[in-house]
């Protein structure tokens, strides 16, 4: 049996979360697909009820009580956020969809407007589809050419050779804070030196870090930093892009329409000031007063506290499995230098074979490429079997995976 740490009360966080009381296929449902997307706590789903029950409107629009009240619970949001990632203002914060839409907006808006033909893009091999699609997309449109920082046997980024990828004529570096397959956590600082060396801006992917550790843009000094709601307790269809002030006010407008402007006359249109010149049409603002809640959430736990906690278990994850004949663990040996992500393979079962055996035990886990295929790739697999833990998870569950790992061995007579 596992240990919880004692400054993280596992048992009461879990009472907040309704869909964790559940049985799936007659067992107690063991939820290890955070980094798919996170589980809800009653305080986000209130206090998104409360804003359709109690000041229901459309936001900077009314003049009367319901859209004056949402329009507060709005910015407050904007404002909770921008503290919970160290921005410097609150206008730093550019609501999105989500993760994947602000790459393609600073890929449409910022990459679009000051890239010329022949400059060069730096990404990472341990990517995302998010952060590799929209520079691919690009690069073939404007002759930009895309490199690729490749990464060590241990799944590290190799930086000697980014060392050797920079030029005169590299634009932009972007990478995963956290990768949603290896774990791996990259330090941007290394990275954002050099890149700064050579006048590039600089993107990190939090996706896999916001969610999880203490994150503070401003030490940090990235140029962007961009993260979904969905993967923070927060509600699907919000995402945020924060940017430093003059890049985005450099830029021109993704989407163009409803309150992104200032004036639109027959043969004029002026822009609204940042970040509202981003936010073309009716914003998610309920699921952004839903994010403020998560925020909340995830802020009184403290940010140490879930990074401490996910360590442990996830170290704890890297040690039971590693008992267990067959299975192969991709990604840093070290939890310190990892996220709370375990892939692996198990000899002889395909992921989804196991994906499917371990869901009749009440156990959900993703297989699959997780959105990583040239990953995949490189690691000369087609796909792999992925247990990712968030703030609910207990090591009892890490348990229940390797009985299920050994319960699947003997259905599928491979032990
Ligand atoms: N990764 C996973 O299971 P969206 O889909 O826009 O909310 O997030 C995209 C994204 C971008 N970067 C990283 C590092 C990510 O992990 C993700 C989402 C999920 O790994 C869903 S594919």
Redesign the pocket.
């Known amino acids: 049996m596992g240990v919880q740490l004692d400054l993280f009360n596992v048992r009461a966080i879990r009472r907040d979360f309704p869909i964790l009381q559940q049985r799936v296929n007659g067992k107690p449902v063991v939820f290890l ?1 955070s ?3 996170s589980q809800k706590p009653l305080q986000v789903l209130e206090a998104m009820e409360r804003v359709y029950r109690e000041a229901y409107a459309n936001v900077h629009r009314g003049v009367y009580t319901f859209s004056e009240a949402a329009t507060a619970a709005y910015d407050e949001a904007r404002a909770k956020i921008a503290r919970f990632i160290g921005a410097p203002s609150a206008e730093q914060i550019v609501f999105t969809r ?4 602000a ?1 393609n907006l600073l890929a449409y808006a910022y990459a679009r407007a000051f890239l010329r033909e022949g400059d060069e893009i730096i990404i990472t091999e341990l ?2 589809h ?2 590799f699609v929209p520079w691919m997309v690009l690069a073939r449109e404007r002759n930009v050419t895309l490199k690729f920082i490749p990464i060590t046997p241990e799944g590290l980024l190799d930086l000697d050779a980014f060392e050797r990828l920079l030029t005169e004529r590299t634009r932009i570096v972007s990478f ?1 804070h ?4 290896l774990g791996t956590i990259t330090d941007p600082a290394p990275i954002i030196a050099r890149a700064r060396a050579v006048g590039a801006v600089v993107i990190v ?1 939090g ?2 870090s916001a969610p999880h550790m203490p994150v503070n843009v401003q030490a940090m000094d990235c140029d962007f930093f961009v993260f ?1 709601g ?2 923070m307790l927060g509600p699907t269809g919000i ?1 945020v892009l924060y940017g430093k002030r003059e890049l985005l006010e450099a830029m021109p407008p993704f989407l163009t329409g409803g309150d992104m402007i200032s004036y639109v006359g027959f043969d004029t249109v002026r822009w609204n000031d940042v970040p509202l010149k981003f936010e073309a049409g009716t914003p998610a603002f309920v699921e952004a007063i839903g994010l403020g809640a998560a925020v909340d959430y995830l802020s009184a736990l403290s940010m140490e506290a879930v990074r401490a906690h996910e360590q442990h278990v996830t170290a704890y994850a890297l040690e039971r499995l590693s008992e267990v004949s067959g299975v192969r663990v991709f990604g840093p040996e070290d939890p310190r230098r990892r996220g709370g992500v375990v892939t692996f393979t198990v000899d002889r079962i395909h992921p989804h074979d196991l994906a499917s055996l371990l869901d009749q035990q009440g156990i959900a886990i ?1 297989a699959g490429h ?2 990583a295929q040239p990953l995949h790739q490189r690691l000369g697999v087609s796909a792999t079997a ?1 247990a990712s833990f968030y703030i609910y998870t207990e090591t009892e569950e890490i348990d229940a995976l390797v009985e299920g790992i050994e319960h699947a061995k003997r259905v599928l007579r491979v032990s």
Do not use: F, I, M, P
């Not at 989500?98 to 839409?101: I, K, M, R």
């Not at 956290?178 to 397959?181: A, M, T």
């Open positions: 697909d980094a798919a997307s989500n993760a994947t839409e790459l990517e995302h998010a952060n995963a956290v990768s949603n397959v992917d996706s896999q979904s969905h993967k995402g993703r997780h959105c992925r």
